[in-house]
């Protein structure tokens, strides 16, 4: 396993995982090379990630350290790049003025855990927060890549009994409607789902398919600089998008590149078929088509 530590080439980065620390590999990439970027930064949480322990820090000191990141990030965007900013409620309120200060930003998406620990004293905290932000006026969004199959309680009929702005069908009841920025659709990975590992902090595939599909077209460069246990390359790969993506830990790369050999032979995402999203654990997913291997020696 080799560290960048020179300059380097889309060409040399294309399908492969580094494995570093951003603020030091960011010197060697390519400048203005991501159409999409998926930010998923620690939160200002203390959390272990593997024996790498970040801690929680004072207000300003964190607001420091994520300016410091996307300083880092900024100059490796295309002008038409999009950017997505994970998030939790105590930490948007830090993220967020930075983001207005270096890009424009367009919502915010709040997205529905399903699960959480319970509190006595509080509300249970089960949503997070994506900030969707673009570089400049000009940008993509495929609205119709994410729409959403959604379940029909009291269909609205025509006076002549049809179906009115819904659809009627063996399996029930159901309108394709247009995403809005609350989402509830989304299973969090458990223990006998594929896609699920050790890693404390890991978001969905659905999740990210959202983001992919709405905001990027096929063969556009998807980068991730704090990749985790792979989400954002796998999701990537298996809707036929480069990526690449930086991860400190060396265990955390290693089950990045298992689940990528695994998306050769199995590129379903929970969730989603037959370009739609279906409302959360209402699709029984079937093992579909098998994606070719393209990507070879993923590991810097």
Same mark, same amino acid.
Not at 178 to 204: A, G, L, R
């Given at each position: 396993m080799v560290s960048l530590r020179s300059a380097a080439t889309v060409d040399q980065i294309v399908g492969r995982i580094i494995n570093g620390d951003i603020f030091d590999v960011a010197t060697y990439l390519p400048r203005g090379f991501v159409d999409l970027l998926i930010l998923d930064p620690p939160y200002n949480l203390s959390k272990d990630y593997n024996g790498q322990l970040f801690k929680e820090r004072e207000k300003e000191d964190y607001r420091k350290w994520f300016a410091s990141v996307i300083g880092l990030v900024k100059p490796l965007l295309k002008p038409s790049s999009t950017v997505y900013v994970c998030s939790d409620w105590r930490t948007s309120s830090l993220v967020l003025p930075i983001l207005e200060e270096h890009f424009l930003v367009r919502n915010r998406i709040t997205w529905e855990r399903e699960k959480g620990r319970g509190a006595r004293l509080n509300w249970k905290n089960n949503a997070e927060d994506?900030?969707?932000?673009?570089?400049?006026?000009?940008?993509?969004?495929?609205?119709?890549?994410?729409?959403?199959?959604?379940?029909?309680?009291? #269909?609205?009929? *025509?006076?002549?009994?049809?179906?009115?702005?819904?659809?009627?069908?063996?399996?029930?009841?159901?309108? !394709? *409607?247009?995403?809005?920025? !609350?989402?509830? /659709?989304? *299973?969090?990975?458990?223990?006998?789902?594929?896609?699920?590992?050790?890693?404390?902090?890991?978001?969905?595939?659905?999740?990210? %398919? @959202?983001?992919?599909?709405?905001?990027?077209?096929?063969?556009?460069?998807?980068? /991730? #600089?704090?990749?985790?246990?792979? *989400?954002?390359?796998?999701?990537? @790969? @298996?809707?036929?998008?480069?990526?690449?993506?930086?991860?400190?830990?060396?265990?955390?790369?290693?089950?990045?590149? @298992?689940?990528?050999?695994?998306?050769?032979?199995?590129?379903?995402?929970?969730?989603?078929?037959?370009? !739609?999203?279906?409302?959360?654990?209402?699709?029984?997913? #079937?093992?579909?088509?098998? %994606?070719?291997?393209?990507?070879?020696?993923?590991?810097?």
């Open positions: 994506i900030w969707f932000c673009t570089l400049g006026q000009h940008y993509l969004f495929n609205v119709d890549a994410v729409k959403l199959r959604r379940r029909v309680i009291a #269909p609205y009929r *025509t006076e002549d009994r049809k179906a009115k702005d819904w659809h009627e069908g063996s399996d029930g009841s159901y309108r !394709i *409607t247009h995403p809005s920025n !609350i989402w509830t /659709d989304i *299973t969090v990975p458990f223990w006998s789902m594929p896609e699920n590992t050790d890693h404390p902090t890991q978001k969905p595939e659905k999740l990210i %398919a @959202k983001l992919i599909l709405a905001s990027s077209k096929r063969n556009d460069f998807v980068f /991730d #600089p704090f990749l985790g246990s792979g *989400t954002s390359a796998v999701v990537a @790969k @298996k809707l036929d998008r480069r990526f690449s993506g930086v991860e400190l830990d060396r265990e955390y790369c290693c089950l990045a590149l @298992k689940r990528l050999k695994i998306a050769e032979r199995d590129p379903s995402i929970q969730g989603y078929a037959d370009g !739609i999203f279906w409302e959360r654990n209402s699709l029984q997913q #079937p093992r579909s088509r098998t %994606a070719p291997s393209t990507q070879r020696d993923m590991l810097i």
